[in-house]
Nanobody, 115 residues
């Protein structure tokens, strides 16, 4: 059974940092590209970053966020620095199926940036 479990969210002041983790199990983690996707209150899903053969970032987080992965244990990370109130959202990790969509999602972790 494929499972993705996020952790590391919380309340942080503007300018602060958080590191999100996503523990993966039930599949060969190293064989899949992975992404972070977020949903701000009252808004739709927004792609944040992906990692496969290379990394890519949304313009809104470029230079502030860093995606990485460890294949043993199977964990995806998102280091978030210089956080802004507009980064407040539920952050999800997702597995890319190679055919243009995501086939598995975690339950999400809440990130709140507020003074």
């Amino acid at each position: 059974e494929v499972q993705l479990v996020e952790s590391g969210g919380g309340l942080v002041q503007p300018g602060g940092s958080l590191r999100l983790s996503c523990a993966a199990s039930g599949f060969t983690f190293s064989s899949y590209a992975m992404s972070w996707v977020r949903q701000a209150p009252g808004k739709g899903l927004e792609w944040v970053s992906s990692i496969g053969g290379s990394t890519s970032y949304a313009d809104s987080v470029k230079g502030r966020f860093t995606i990485s992965r460890d294949n043993a244990p199977s964990t995806l990370y998102l280091q978030m620095n210089s956080l802004k109130p507009e980064d407040t959202a539920v952050y999800y990790c997702a597995r890319y199926n190679g055919y243009g969509s995501y086939d598995y999602w975690g339950q999400g972790t809440q990130v709140t940036v507020s003074s």
